[in-house]
């Protein structure tokens, strides 16, 4: 008696095991939410207060075409305006599309800083755009975006 009991049990636990795993292995392919995850369309928002902003020829944006290393790529950013007291490039605003968090850096300007320029390294999860948004001292926001390919090891 005790040892069928005790096979029952054994053979109970195989079975739950045999269901119960899958369910488990399911649940870790699962990424898990950043605390900071902001779509682009939800960041673009954000910094242009609904607004929206235009692609315009003032905002020059230089990124890589390939990028071997998405850890480190470089990003450098001018816009051919004035910086004048009124009229002066308040801010500019580095995005990635396709980054769970795609703010990733944003720069606050004044007329003292004489040119609206900006240099920097941003990560990139993978192949995707990246995107320069300005404001302008009269409230409006233009942008400026390249296509940025990522070869992890330089193999891709």
Known sequence: ?????????????????????????FGANKKPKSPNEMPYK?????????????DSSKVHLVVPEIAENGAVVPVKVTVDHPMEEGNYVK????????????RCA????TPANGKAYFATRIKLGGT????AVAELGDG??????KSVKVTIGGCG
């Open 1 to 25: 008696m005790e040892r069928r009991g005790f096979l029952k049990g054994l053979a109970g636990a195989c079975a739950l095991t045999a269901v119960g795993a899958p369910s488990i292995s």
């Open 42 to 54: 939800k960041a673009l928002n954000i910094i242009t207060k609904g607004k929206g902003a235009k």
């Open 91 to 102: 801010s500019i605003h580095v995005l990635a599309t396709k980054n769970s968090n795609a």
């Open 106 to 109: 944003d720069v606050f300007l």
């Open 128 to 131: 995707q755009e990246v995107v």
């Open 140 to 145: 409006t926001f233009v942008k400026a975006h």
